[in-house]
C-alpha cells in the first residue's frame, strides 16, 4: 500500500467541466487561438535565432544522442557571462528552474529543518522544502506594510536555530515585488550571522527594472535559479540551471536526477537564446511595460478593484478584486470563454487567495487591450 503524501500543495480550483488538471491544460493547449496570460510565459519573441539553432539541431539528428550531462559548457559559459559571474562559482544546466528549486532544497535541508517563504509566492517551493526539511513556515506578506514582500524584518521574526533555507523570488511571482539594496544587504547579514542559505530564484530577473544577484553579494550563502522559460520564451523546452560556490554544486553533483543530462534540443536553443539576448530583451521589456499600463487603466475604472503591486517588476501582476463582489475564479471562467487564460489566486496564495486573478502580459499588446476590454465588460456582467 502506497500512503498519501503530506506535502504542500496548491490549492487549485479546476473549471467546471474538467475532471483533471491535466485535462484542462492539454484544451488550453490545444487551443491555437487562446491568449496565454495564465502562466508568465512569454510570446513576444519573433527572430531570435533560437528557432532555427534547435531546427539545425534537429536536421543534424543530435537527438540520436546524449548530451555532455552538465551541460555543454558554451552554454553554461554563457549563463555566466549573462549573470556576470566569475570562475569562482560553479554551474549545472537543469531541465527548468523547477528541478534547480528541488535540488537545492533536497541538498540543502536535512529532516530537522524548516524554511521561510512566503504567502503569496510559489509554492512549488514550499511543497519541496516540505519533503526534505521538517516544515515551512509560509509568512503571509499581502500587505502595504512589508511592501507585499519578505522582508528581512519578518524573516528576523521568523527564523529559529533550525532554519536552513529562505526562499527568495525575486522579483516575485505572483506580484511582481523586487528588493532595495539595503533590504539585499540585510538579507546577507542573516545569511551569514545564523548560516542560513539564501535560495535567490531569479526567475523573472530580466523584467525587472533593477536587480541585483544575491550571489554577488553573499556568495557563500546563496543558491541562484536560472530558468529560460519567461525571458527567454522557452517554457516548453524545459531548461534552466542552478549556480552556486563549488561546494554547494559538488555536494548536488551526487544528488542530480538528469544524470544523462538536459535535452540537447533545448540546450542549442538556449545558446541561441542568450547570444542574441542583447537584440530582443531591450524590446521585451519595453512591450511588457507599456502593457501593464494598458492593464493599470483598465483595472482603475472598476470601483473595488486595484493593483497591490504597480508597476510590477516582473512579467505579470495581481489584480485585488475582493470589493468589487467578483470572485477571482468566475473572472478566470468567464475570460476562459473569451479565450483568455488568467490564473485565480488559489493557484499562488493559501491564504489570499480568494482575493485576487493573476495575469500575465509578455503578449502581444493588441490581446492585452482584448483583455482589458474583456475585463471590464467581465466586471458589469458578473457584478
Ligand atoms: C518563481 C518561479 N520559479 C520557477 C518557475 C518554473 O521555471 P521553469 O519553467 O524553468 O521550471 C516558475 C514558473 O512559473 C516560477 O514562477
Known amino acids: 500500500m502506497i500512503s498519501p503524501k503530506k506535502y504542500a500543495r496548491p490549492n487549485k480550483l479546476l473549471p467546471k467541466g474538467f475532471k483533471t488538471a491535466n485535462e484542462f491544460f492539454n484544451y488550453l493547449f490545444n487551443d491555437p487561438d487562446l491568449i496565454w496570460m495564465g502562466q508568465n510565459t512569454n510570446h513576444l519573441h519573433h527572430e531570435t535565432g533560437v528557432m532555427e539553432a534547435m531546427e539545425a539541431s534537429i536536421n543534424e539528428k543530435d537527438y540520436c544522442k546524449y548530451p555532455p550531462p552538465e551541460g555543454f559548457p558554451r552554454l553554461k559559459e554563457l549563463i555566466m557571462d549573462d549573470l556576470g559571474l566569475g570562475s569562482e562559482y560553479d554551474i549545472l544546466v537543469t531541465a527548468g528552474a523547477t528541478e534547480s528549486l528541488y ?42 506594510e512589508c511592501g507585499f514582500k519578505l522582508t528581512p524584518e519578518l524573516v528576523r521574526e521568523n527564523l529559529d536555530a533550525n532554519t536552513k533555507l529562505i526562499s527568495l523570488v525575486d522579483p516575485l511571482n505572483p506580484l511582481g515585488s523586487s528588493y532595495t539594496k539595503e533590504e539585499r544587504k540585510d538579507f546577507k547579514d542573516i545569511a551569514e550571522d ?23 553579494i553573499a556568495p557563500e550563502h546563496t543558491i541562484t535559479v536560472y530558468s529560460f522559460s519567461k525571458s527567454y520564451g522557452m517554457a516548453g523546452m524545459r531548461i534552466g540551471s542552478i549556480i552556486g560556490m563549488p561546494e554547494v554544486i559538488n555536494s548536488i553533483r551526487s544528488i542530480v536526477i538528469n544524470d544523462l543530462g538536459t535535452n540537447i534540443v533545448a ?35 472598476v470601483e473595488g478593484a486595484y493593483l497591490p503591486v504597480y508597476p510590477s517588476d516582473a512579467n505579470m501582476m495581481v489584480i485585488d478584486m475582493i470589493d468589487t463582489g467578483v470572485k477571482p475564479h468566475e473572472m478566470a471562467e468567464y475570460l476562459i470563454d473569451r479565450k483568455i487564460f488568467a490564473r485565480e489566486g488559489s493557484y499562488t496564495s493559501k491564504l489570499f487567495g480568494h482575493r485576487y486573478l493573476r495575469v500575465s502580459f509578455s503578449i502581444p499588446t493588441t490581446q492585452v487591450e482584448y483583455f482589458a476590454e474583456c475585463f471590464l465588460e467581465g466586471m458589469e456582467d458578473l457584478r
Open 103 to 144: 535540488l537545492s532544497t533536497n541538498d540543502i535541508l536535512d529532516p530537522v529543518n524548516n524554511t521561510i517563504t512566503c504567502d503569496p509566492g510559489y509554492l512549488i517551493i514550499d511543497n519541496f522544502a516540505s519533503r526534505f526539511g521538517d516544515h515551512v513556515k509560509s509568512i503571509p506578506i499581502y500587505n502595504p
Open 194 to 216: 545564523h548560516d542560513i542559505y539564501l535560495l535567490h530564484d531569479i526567475t523573472y530577473r530580466d523584467f525587472a527594472r533593477e536587480h541585483e544577484l544575491l550571489a554577488k
Open 267 to 301: 540546450q542549442k536553443g538556449a545558446i541561441a537564446a542568450i547570444e542574441t539576448k542583447k537584440e530582443w530583451i531591450g524590446k521585451i521589456k519595453g512591450t511588457t511595460r507599456q502593457n501593464q499600463e494598458i492593464i493599470k487603466q483598465a483595472v482603475d475604472q
